[in-house]
């Protein structure tokens, strides 16, 4: 039978996504995060409650009419999820990076009580949900943020490559580590060229397992052609 638990692990920071329109960044503390909720068997069912009915799903165009949870046919395909690489590490501090350590799988540790912080270069704006997975680090706090570009001493968006004497602007979401192996992924997608990772330990070293982003996207495939003696005309498609 279907169960329910209400979730302490997440909270909704307005605070950090402020001036935008994404809705509320989030904090998650993983000490308090039912780890094994999607698991075939829960460890405990301490908290779980049963399912209550909700009110009847209805067509939109049904004779009721009535509030609720209406049902509409999707006409367009679903999004494509597909995992994505991180291009380049442009910045580090605290523990070093060469600039394609992100490209492939790697656990990456950093010392205890040491704060880290790296600026990751995506090379193009993306959608992507971003996945950090960790273990260990009991008690340490990591933010992720988001930004197309950075901005210059003016506040105004400098060149999208250059980062040397720019500064950081943009969303972030942020987690607590509980000293075990967990996996973390917004509730909704993010848009970015750059991601700034700022972390700092406690007691217990951090293991960074993999970090990498799951790509969100309409599936358009460019099928169409075009082809003609004037190369101008050959850019317009």
Known sequence: SWRVFKNEGYKIMPQWSRGTDIGGAEMVDFANYPNDWNAAQLSSKQGWQKA??????DTKWSIH???????VPRTIPPMRLEPIRFNAVRKTAGVMLAEDALQKKKTITIPANTKVEWLIDQRELTNAYPVLELNRGKDALINIGYAEALYDSSNRKAHRDDIDGKSFRGYQDGLKASGKE????????????????????????LEIMDFY???????????????????????VL
């Open 52 to 57: 209550k009915a909700g009110s009847n799903g």
């Open 65 to 71: 009419y009535r509030p609720g949870r209406f049902l």
């Open 182 to 205: 967990v996996h973390y992924m917004p509730l909704l997608y993010r848009t970015f060229r750059y991601i700034r990772v700022s972390i700092e330990t406690k007691e217990q070293p």
């Open 213 to 235: 982003g799951i790509k969100s996207e309409y599936p358009f495939d460019y099928n169409a052609s075009f082809k003609s003696e004037n190369p101008l005309l050959d850019t």
